[in-house]
């Protein structure tokens, strides 16, 4: 590669094109949603080794969620484990949804260490929708960081 391929890359990526080889890990940088913290207040990551069982808890809060925007749950029972702007979209959808959808499949992947993405594909009598989150393991939890209901 030349120098101008180079600078012209360099423009356009962040980080290095070579990931280091010393066998560091990529390590999960929190979502803020452009909040900023005071020094000492920063969401810290947690290892998925010290949070509980990703398969139960995703399963538990998707069910909950669907609750939620039934109107069968109260919106502050998810509260500890979802972000505030996450928050405040579920609670735009509150109502939205007449009948209760059944859950036909969940995919989980692990993008990152710390991380799960999560997409749920819902039956609706004759339509199908996805509901979809991210996870973040910080400050001892899961907390849902991204959500949509397409």
Known sequence: MNQIDQEFLDF???TPINPPRNGSRLLLKPTTHGENFDIGFAP???SPNELPEPERFTLAYIVSVIEVILGKR???QIARNTHRFVYDSI????GTLSDPPK???IHRSYPIEGAIEVVT?????TRIRALVFRFEGVDGRWLC???DLL
């Open 74 to 76: 109260q919106l502050r």
């Open 12 to 14: 356009f990526i962040d």
């Open 121 to 125: 594909t819902l039956r609706f009598k």
């Open 91 to 94: 609670s735009n959808r509150i």
């Open 103 to 105: 859950i036909q499949r």
């Open 44 to 46: 810290i990551p947690t």
């Open 145 to 147: 960081t991204e959500f």
